[in-house]
Structures are given as structure tokens and as C-alpha cells.
């Protein structure tokens, strides 16, 4: 099956610091990735749209030069949060499809701690 | 706008019992519903979706979108279905870009 790898699992990083979390997709190309942030008890907020090859889109209200996203390969997206503060602490999900009606695949998530 | 309405953040149900999940959602085009499961430590994997009609592991969902609602139901909860479930939408763009409930713990007491 299809299968999305998230890494890191787990960062803790000091304020003013950039973090880059990678979302693999390991045995399909995935044109589109979405980027996910989680609060504790809250759902999944999408943050933002990885386009392979162009700029991502980013929902109302993030700010794109916080959250870079680079998807420079079929297989590959990055974000990279950028002087990181403590407020930036959150579970950040990558999830990828193959296209069109395929079903979206989810990454295990990446915990980030700024301290 | 988009959005998912899961009304229960917690459900507690016995071994056996029936379950309904409920969500109503709110989209002025023609909505894609989804049902996604996250089981302790594993990642948010599809369960089903409505476009399909499947039952997957006895569960099924209808969308009413007279009720504009797509509830998630199993006649016999077994244990192994303690988990979160997410209601989520697409605005009719595949699979794509989804919005999601805010989930419901459902835990099934033995």
C-alpha cells in the first residue's frame, strides 16, 4: 500500500532557531502534498498545499514566510518552520495522494517543541 | 464556506453495543465525505468514503444532504474500534483538499 514517511518524528529546538520537517512518499509520485497542523485536542487545520514543481498554497491567515514549503520532487515536500518561537509548538501532519480521486495518505506526524 | 461538525468529542459504548458517530457538514456545492480513523500511536489512515458505499471493518455512513449530515454507524462495536475518528470534506476536488471535524474519541468498554 501506499505509504507516506514523516520525518523527524520528534524535534525540540530553541526560539529564533529553523526546524525542517521531510514528507516522503516512498512508493508512489505525489504531484500534491498537504501540510497539517494540530493543536492538542483539536482537529487537523490545513496550512498549506504543496504543488511539485511550483509554489505552495497557503490557507487564509499562515504566514507564508514562517512556513516555507519547498516540493521539489515527485516524492519529497519540506516545511520548514522558520525562527521558530514557543508558540510555533505543535504537531505538524503531511499527508499525499497520487491525484485526481485517489485517497490522501497520511504521514505519523512530526511533534515540534520550541523551547 | 466549508465545515465539519462533529457535535461529540467523546463516546463511550459497550462491547456489543451499536455506535453512531455523528457529523453534519456545511458546503453550498456538491460535498466528497470522508471518515478517517487514528488508532493509538498510528497515523490517520481513510476508513471510508462516501463515494464508495463500502463497509469497511462493519462500519458504513450515508450522506443526507437533506440533513446535510454523513453519521458513522456499526451495528456491534468491538473493542478494537476504540480510536479517534475524523469526519472530513472536500469541495468536490478528489481526495484533495480536505476539512476536518474535530474528531470524536470513541472508546469501547468490554
Known amino acids: 500500500g501506499a505509504v507516506v514517511s514523516q520525518h523527524p518524528s520528534w524535534v525540540i529546538c530553541k526560539s529564533g532557531t529553523s526546524v525542517k520537517i521531510e514528507c516522503r512518499s516512498l512508493d508512489f509520485q505525489a504531484t500534491t502534498m498537504f501540510w497539517y497542523r494540530q493543536f492538542p485536542k483539536q482537529s487537523l487545520m490545513l496550512m498549506a498545499t504543496?504543488?511539485?514543481?511550483?509554489?505552495?498554497?497557503?490557507e487564509q491567515g499562515v504566514e507564508k514566510d514562517k512556513f516555507l514549503i519547498n516540493h521539489a520532487s515527485l516524492t519529497l515536500s519540506t516545511l520548514t518552520v522558520t525562527s521558530a518561537h514557543p508558540e510555533d509548538s505543535s504537531f505538524y501532519i503531511c499527508s499525499a495522494s497520487r491525484g485526481g480521486y485517489s485517497p490522501l495518505h497520511f504521514g505519523n506526524g512530526t511533534r515540534l517543541t520550541v523551547t | 464556506a466549508q465545515r465539519v461538525t462533529q457535535p461529540e468529542k467523546l463516546l463511550s459504548v459497550f462491547k456489543g453495543a451499536p455506535v453512531e458517530l455523528k457529523c453534519n457538514y456545511s458546503?453550498?456545492?456538491?460535498?466528497?465525505l470522508f471518515w478517517y480513523v487514528q488508532y493509538s500511536r498510528q497515523r490517520l489512515q481513510l476508513l471510508l468514503r462516501?463515494?464508495s458505499r463500502e463497509s469497511i471493518k462493519g462500519f458504513t455512513a450515508d450522506l443526507n444532504k437533506g440533513e446535510t449530515s454523513f453519521h458513522l454507524k456499526k451495528p456491534f462495536a468491538q473493542e478494537e474500534d476504540s480510536a479517534m475518528y475524523y469526519c472530513a470534506l472536500s469541495g468536490g476536488q478528489g481526495a484533495q483538499k480536505l476539512v476536518f471535524g474535530q474528531g470524536t474519541r470513541l472508546t469501547i468498554n468490554p
Open positions: 462516501h463515494i
Open positions: 458546503y453550498s456545492g456538491s460535498p466528497e
Open positions: 504543496s504543488n511539485e514543481g511550483s509554489k505552495a498554497t497557503y
